[in-house]
T-cell receptor
Framework: DAKTTQPNSMESNEEEPVHLPCNHSTISGTDYIHWYRQLPSQGPEYVIHGLTSNVNNRMASLAIAEDRKSSTLILHRATLRDAAVYYCILRDWAGGTSYGKLTFGQGTILTVHP | EAQVTQNPRYLITVTGKKLTVTCSQNMNHEYMSWYRQDPGLGLRQIYYSMNVEVTDKGDVPEGYKVSRKEKRNFPLILESPSPNQTSLYFC?????????????FGPGTRLTVT
């Protein structure tokens, strides 16, 4: 399975933007980049995904490097509710041994200060 | 409301007493999966199902069984639970196994085996 590397933790102040980086230098052409987050005492929650182009949705933006070897999840205005563990995950759309499975790494613990 | 439900949410049992954790989704999803989450080990896939009557092992299937007789339900069966199966369990579903589709997670079942 292609692997991702994220910082163990990051901190932000409320209402400030947050940029969460992810390195995935061994990404294959058939891997989608997914981001999930897990709030305390809850199941993981989908945030956003992309393949090659930058993506925006109501929760966040995803910026993907041109060579696709890294990506950045952008929370435009962090709130206290955004404090969670954020996971960057590669998901194969074409099959392969990891078809369907989400391989969770350790993720980035985001702390948001009031 | 689109959701994945799990029951029970909390369970304390004794070694060797068979138990079933139920999982149900109301989104007509083909793909369903079970994960367990342990401190320091993250989330790991136990079993998955591509569709009705199609199941396969994930990364940590030992000691678990599953069945998929109906599209909406995917129960996890522990025939003879042991203390090393004490964990937080999550059920997930998605439209298909392919990369572009997000996975929806249940709220989790915290199991303690004494």
């Amino acid at each position: 399975d292609a692997k991702t590397t994220q910082p163990n933790s990051m901190e932000s102040n409320e209402e400030e933007p947050v940029h969460l980086p992810c390195n995935h230098s061994t990404i294959s052409g058939t891997d989608y980049i997914h981001w999930y987050r897990q709030l305390p005492s809850q199941g993981p929650e989908y945030v956003i995904h992309g393949l090659t182009s930058n993506v925006n949705n109501r929760m966040a933006s995803l910026a993907i490097a041109e060579d696709r070897k890294s990506s950045t999840l952008i929370l435009h205005r962090a709130t206290l509710r955004d404090a969670a563990v954020y996971y960057c995950i590669l998901r194969d759309w074409a099959g392969g041994t990891s078809y369907g499975k989400l391989t969770f790494g350790q993720g980035t613990i985001l702390t948001v200060h009031p | 409301e689109a959701q994945v439900t799990q029951n029970p949410r909390y369970l304390i049992t004794v070694t060797g007493k068979k138990l079933t954790v139920t999982c149900s989704q109301n989104m007509n999803h083909e793909y369903m999966s079970w994960y367990r989450q342990d401190p320091g080990l993250g989330l790991r896939q136990i079993y998955y199902s591509m569709n009705v009557e199609v199941t396969d092992k994930g990364d940590v299937p030992e000691g678990y069984k599953v069945s998929r007789k109906e599209k909406r339900n995917f129960p996890l069966i522990l025939e003879s639970p042991s203390p090393n199966q004490t964990s937080l369990y999550f059920c997930a579903s998605s439209f298909t196994a392919g990369g572009p589709y997000e996975q929806y997670f249940g709220p989790g079942t915290r199991l303690t085996v004494t």
